[in-house]
């Protein structure tokens, strides 16, 4: 079984403070496109940390089936809502996929050939999206390598913590759309172009 953590805790300070999570993308809010993705998709089980302006995020979620974490470290960093996740995860699955809330084009798709490519790997590995030799999101972690990204610190996320273990990654090939991610206002304006 695959876990995801989704992590909408942010304070989007690249964004003056305006939640990212709660951008709308298309007429609908952020963090709903991207939970409806993962839930859509072959995950067993959705984990969700908040912590900046939390009940909005968790409201504009709508009804989706997952279980929501708290961070109130959430202001030091997206590592503190990576380790709020991780505890959250049951013995049982063999990886955590980690989801950022903003990509607005993040589909079950991509996640489903994540998951196909880790289920066929020879031994435990680190499998990531890329377009044109760019790295992107979400990426999927055997459980061996959870206990180094325990060890991330401030807001790098698992980057530094998983350098260690670069044979271990897989890369499966997708377009630049569906690993884009919202930073800031120009991020927004072009995502809401490729819709347009």
């Known amino acids: 079984m695959i876990a995801a953590v989704v992590l909408a805790a942010g ?22 496109r991207v939970l ?10 959705t984990i969700a940390v908040t912590g900046y302006r ?8 709508g ?3 997952v279980r929501w974490v708290d961070n109130p470290d959430w202001p030091g960093g997206m590592s503190t ?7 959250a995860v049951g013995p049982e ?19 489903d050939r994540l998951i196909a490519a880790f289920e066929t790997a020879p031994g435990p590995v680190i499998v990531r999206p890329a ?14 390598f959870i206990k180094a990204l325990q060890t991330a610190e401030g807001d790098e996320g698992g980057r530094g913590a ?15 759309w569906e690993i884009m991610d919202v930073d800031t206002r120009e991020d927004a304006a072009r995502c809401g172009a490729r819709w347009s």
Do not use: N, W, Y
Not at 11 to 32: E, F, I, M
Not at 162 to 173: E, K
């Open 11 to 32: 304070g989007s300070r690249r964004l003056g403070g305006q939640p990212k999570q709660l951008l709308r993308v298309d007429g609908r809010l952020l963090v709903a």
């Open 36 to 45: 409806d993705a993962v839930v859509g998709s072959r995950v067993g089980e």
């Open 54 to 61: 939390a009940d909005e995020v968790r409201a504009a979620a």
């Open 93 to 111: 699955a063999a990886g955590v996929l980690l989801v950022l809330a903003d990509q607005p084009f993040l589909s079950s798709t991509l996640i």
């Open 81 to 87: 809502s990576l380790k709020a996740g991780l505890v």
């Open 131 to 144: 377009c044109g030799g760019k790295a992107g999101h979400p990426v999927l972690v055997a459980r061996p």
């Open 162 to 176: 998983l350098a260690a273990f670069s044979r271990q990654i897989i890369t499966v090939s997708a377009a630049e």
């Open 63 to 65: 009804e989706v089936a």
